[in-house]
């Protein structure tokens, strides 16, 4: 799927884009996805451009930015495209834009365009922007390269406000190479959904449970081990054991992980540690 130049900047992860449109978008809340918890980067920024922050039941306070993050990080849920108009028909409405988070949208396959938020930006020009961070499908995040896809005239308004120079040449270069390796692509979405698998075998033989509203391709599971203490103690042994794990407590979910999906061997690694912990 090629993408007009004129309508796609590249900058320093996808953080930068976050902060800009959180500074430029319409005035009002920030309204968050339909979701248990959402990636905190768009609570920060929200509150330091002045927004106040709703949940996304509150359709009486006016919002100029929704957020929803396709799929959903950390709870992994997946909003298919006609759900997903109806959010931007009713930020159209209102006079805000909704700004969709698709970086981890890439693992979902070589169709993946074909289920993605660009096939809205045309049809909604005034009100979707498409963030997407390319340090998760490539595995780079020191590099920090990120992207936001848009109408030409969110474009201009942006490159006007843009730091120059926020791409770094490395990055650049790192693009143009890892664009064009297709084998490393295709092992990705073949491995992942059968790596996924295995992972959420483990987490069951273990007592726990997980997020099965989230398809395979999604690189985590979204872990319940049924208590904050248990998953405190859950994620200090997976650090200990040199596999960590990504304790939600700061989510404002305290029982959770968000587990990142490794090769066969790591997950046994993992799963001898938690074994040892819960005594199993």
Not at 245 to 269: E, K, M, Y
Request: hydrophobic fraction near 45%; include cysteine.
């Amino acid at each position: 799927m090629a993408w007009p130049s004129n309508r796609l900047l590249i900058g320093n992860g996808a953080s930068e884009f976050i902060d800009l449109i959180m500074r430029l978008a319409p005035g009002g809340a920030y309204r968050v996805g339909p979701f248990i918890a959402s990636y905190k980067e768009y609570e920060r920024a929200a509150k330091v451009a002045g927004r106040t922050v709703i949940p996304h039941s509150d359709k009486a306070t006016k919002a100029g930015v929704t957020v929803i993050i396709h799929p959903n990080s950390p709870s992994g849920e997946f909003m298919e495209l006609p759900e997903l108009e109806l959010i931007v028909q009713a930020a159209q409405a209102e006079g805000g834009v909704v700004l969709v988070d698709e970086s981890f949208m890439p693992h979902m396959g070589p169709n993946w365009h074909a289920h993605s938020a660009l096939t809205l930006v045309e049809k909604y020009p005034a009100t979707v922007l498409v963030v997407n961070s390319w340090t998760k499908i490539w595995c780079c995040p020191g590099l920090r390269l990120g992207s936001v896809a848009c109408a030409e005239q969110w474009y201009n308004i942006m490159k006007k406000n843009q730091t120059p120079w926020s791409c770094n040449n490395m990055a650049q270069a790192f693009c143009a190479a890892v664009a064009a390796d297709e084998e490393f692509q295709l092992q990705t979405w073949k491995l992942l959904p059968e790596w996924r698998q295995r992972q959420q075998d483990l987490i069951t033989a273990l007592g726990w449970t997980f997020n099965t509203a989230s398809p395979l391709w999604v690189p985590w599971v979204f872990v319940d081990c049924g208590s904050a203490e248990v998953a405190e103690r859950a994620a200090a042994a997976a650090q200990d054991a040199g596999c960590p794990v990504r304790w939600c407590a700061s989510f404002d979910c305290p029982s959770r992980l968000r587990l990142g999906i490794r090769t066969p061997s790591q997950q046994d690694q993992l799963q001898q540690a938690w074994c040892k912990m819960l005594g199993k």
